[in-house]
């Protein structure tokens, strides 16, 4: 595609739910990257992808996130269990290598609530 | 994780006048890359100028340019001759560059234009 897509553009859940996160990366991009906005606060790095595997997923706040990505494409975010405490926006990021950090292309993210 | 910091919660500016956001950072090591980001209401995340350690010469695009001290770990943008459309929330981010793939952000500037 043109950009990075991500979907939905907010999501409004109740906490205890399980909610899923989409990014859908600029065609050719191998390098995928999660990273959370919390109010306030800068990015916060979760998960790193290149392909289809995650050489890093230290980011990940808590066993209850968890990440995977298909075909070195689309990429789903699940947060299981949700708190209110996960409230955030959900940015997703692209680039066509790892670490080609000037040519990153962001989404538009994911505002989630948690109620 | 290094440590990125901007002390400047907000920033207010007069059309077609020049604003400074300030940026330091901790690092050990001597080589690395820096970024200021502009996130619009929109919150795609976009690149403003990037900074590479070891030069030193000050990175200049267009009406945005930095004053980078290396020795002191400071990274400021000036926003010259502003416009509404700067009208933004500006992130300082940090990457260590080597084989290392995550970014540190600092927790943002959000920058007013007043008409």
């Known amino acids: 595609g043109a950009g990075v897509s991500q979907s939905p553009s907010n999501k409004v859940t109740e906490k205890g739910k399980d909610v899923e996160l989409r990014c859908d990366p600029i065609?050719?991009?191998?390098?995928l990257y999660w990273y959370r906005q919390s109010l306030g606060q800068g990015l916060e790095f979760l998960i790193y992808f290149q392909g289809n595997s995650a050489p890093d997923k230290s980011g990940l706040p808590s066993d209850r996130f968890s990440a995977e990505r298909t075909g070195g494409s689309v990429s789903t975010l699940t947060i299981q269990r949700t708190q209110q405490e996960d409230s955030a926006v959900y940015l997703c990021?692209?680039?066509?290598?790892?670490?080609?950090?000037?040519?990153?292309?962001f989404g538009s993210g994911t505002q989630l609530s948690v109620l | 994780a290094q440590t990125v910091t901007q002390s400047q919660p907000e920033m207010s500016v007069q059309e077609a006048e020049t604003v400074t956001l300030s940026c330091t950072y901790d690092t050990s090591e001597s080589d690395y890359y820096l970024f200021w980001y502009k996130q619009p209401p929109s919150r795609q995340m976009i690149l403003v100028i990037r900074q590479e350690a070891y030069k030193q010469q000050n990175a200049t695009e267009n009406r945005f340019s930095v004053n980078f001290q290396k020795a002191a770990k400071s990274f400021s943008l000036k926003i010259s001759d502003s416009q509404l459309g700067d009208a933004a929330m500006y992130f300082c981010a940090y990457f260590p560059g080597q084989g290392d793939y995550k970014l540190s952000f600092g927790a943002g500037t959000t920058v007013t234009v007043r008409a």
């Open positions: 065609s050719g991009h191998t390098a």
């Open positions: 990021a692209s680039s066509f290598r790892t670490g080609e950090n000037e040519k990153l292309f």
